[in-house]
């Protein structure tokens, strides 16, 4: 119970870390070997970003489950990534629009052209003619945390259950038509879900994964990399600046306007 009670105020914004404390407790040869680690490991974090990258822009072929315990490192300094239980594709079109969608993100255009890719990618919202509640979608799922600490949220978490009470998504883009009633279903989920702050988030993620929407474990992948950077005091992490130089490629290979 005491474990619950820390990871719901965790998830509210509501805890503390002192770290001070916490540093009192490490040698001094300690705390240099942990800075050491971190630093190491936040090099990895950059690289599994481009990795992924490559995956999904150039390939249009990705892990949609590259959490840690998946990245291992080798002995001989490299990565080794295991469990592809979750590859998921991209056709050419998928591609582009995505591309798009992240490059508008990366080069901070404004919200109505940022809107714009996300509704030619799929997505929808109930008042659909909302461009700045699309752009926040645009950036939870696909760039970074920062923006709801902007706002006034403690967490994203917060921040996308804002969004969904005052312009909830109606409409997540789907792998193919057979699948429409998986997502009609849902983003009903979505709407009828108990109000607890930090469970839509979790929730949508979930409820999505079981649909088997690519387009979702491409934004689930997008949160396990700010996750891992901000374990590791990377500072915000934004993936559509990681993502930009590939997407660019997409966008000279299959821009045909």
């Given at each position: 119970?005491f ?77 080794g ?18 591309a ?91 709407l ?20 088997h ?30 993502w ?6 997409a ?7």
């Amino acid at each position: 119970l005491f474990i619950k009670q820390q990871q719901d105020l965790m998830l509210l914004g509501k805890t503390a870390s002192d770290t001070l404390l916490m540093l009192q407790k490490f040698s001094i040869r300690a705390i240099l070997r942990m800075t050491k680690l971190q630093r190491r490991y936040q090099r990895f974090v950059r690289l599994l970003l481009g990795v992924h990258g490559h995956q999904i822009f150039v390939n249009g072929f990705f892990n949609g489950d590259p959490h840690p315990g998946n990245c291992l490192e080798i002995k001989d300094g490299r990565l080794g990534l295991i469990d592809f239980g979750q590859v998921r594709s991209l056709n050419d079109d998928e591609r582009l629009g995505l591309a798009r969608i992240i490059c508008a993100i990366a080069q901070d255009k404004s919200a109505a052209e940022v809107a714009q890719c996300m509704r030619e990618f799929g997505f929808q919202t109930k008042d659909n003619t909302d461009d700045v509640i699309m752009k926040g979608y645009a950036t939870i799922f696909f760039d970074s945390d920062f923006q709801a600490k902007k706002l006034g949220f403690a967490t994203p978490q917060l921040w996308f259950a804002d969004m969904m009470s005052r312009n909830p998504l109606i409409n997540i883009p789907e792998d193919s038509s057979k699948s429409r009633r998986s997502n009609r279903s849902c983003c009903t989920s979505l709407l009828t879900m108990s109000p607890v702050p930090f469970r839509p988030l979790f929730s949508f993620v979930v409820a999505c994964a079981f649909a088997h929407k690519t387009k979702v474990f491409i934004a689930r992948t997008s949160f396990l990399f700010r996750g891992m950077g901000k374990g590791l005091r990377m500072g915000p992490i934004r993936t559509s600046l990681f993502w930009e130089p590939h997407a660019m490629k997409a966008i000279k290979e299959l821009d045909t306007t």
